[in-house]
């Protein structure tokens, strides 16, 4: 079974400018999740999935993230415009549905702003 | 409100001796509560879980953790390390019903020959 798939695996970028970040989950995963995880720290959930529509978004900074999962599958995270504070690694999970089913995490997408 | 607390941010042992890596949490709810371990380059994996079923909780690897709810802990233990189990251990909580996943920072497991 094929895991959890994210690109690019590394991106820098310049302050301001913007930055998108791709995952495919899991067949058959309804749940898809985007987390940050700023170094020395553990990862913090940013926007919950069920399918195509938006169950947890809370922590999400709206201003300049956005995540979309159109067709229910694959999904984008975008940044714009990105600050320095937004170096982080992002991680991409996904679970068969919600409610306690184990979530099987990506390798991560490693952004540093400069 | 759930919260979780690592208690240490490094843990040294010598490869063959005991591991212990302290987790305390809180919890609104009935919690279940995980542990992931994450090596260099690679996704986080998941080693073990309680959900109020047993207290005492055997993961993959040989660790194995226990449910105290008198002293809200979860601490994981292996009796012998292994220079393979040399990677970042995080504690998870969750309340019950709900798949959001709050992690603690971290504690880095050092294993030395």
């Known amino acids: 079974e094929a895991g959890v798939a994210q690109s690019p695996r590394y991106k820098i970028i310049e302050k301001r400018q913007s930055v998108a970040f791709w995952c495919n989950p899991i067949?058959?995963?309804?749940?898809l999740y985007w987390y940050q995880q700023i170094l020395g720290q553990g990862p913090k959930l940013l926007i919950q999935?069920?399918?195509?529509?938006?169950?947890?978004d809370s922590q999400l900074p709206k201003d300049r993230f956005s995540a979309e999962r159109l067709k229910g599958v694959d999904s984008t995270l975008k940044i714009q415009p990105a600050k320095l504070e937004d170096s982080a690694v992002y991680l991409c999970a996904s679970s068969l549905a919600t409610g306690g089913y184990e979530q099987y995490f990506g390798p991560g997408t490693r952004l540093t702003v400069t | 409100a759930q919260s979780v607390t690592q208690l240490d941010s490094h843990v040294s042992v010598s490869e063959g001796t005991p591991v212990l890596l302290r987790c305390n949490y809180s919890s609104s709810y009935s919690p279940s509560l995980f542990w992931y371990v994450q090596h260099p380059n690679k996704g986080l994996q998941l080693l073990l879980k309680?959900?109020?079923?047993?207290?005492l909780v055997k993961g993959i690897n040989g660790f194995e953790a226990e449910f105290k709810k008198s002293e809200t802990s979860f601490h994981l233990t292996k009796p012998s390390a292994h220079m393979s189990d040399a990677a970042e251990y995080f504690c998870v909580v969750s309340s019950s019903g709900y798949s959001t996943l709050t992690f603690g920072k971290g504690t880095m497991l050092l294993v030395s020959p």
């Open positions: 309680y959900t109020s079923a047993a207290t």
């Open positions: 999935f069920q399918n195509n529509g938006v169950v947890d």
């Open positions: 067949s058959g995963h309804a749940t």
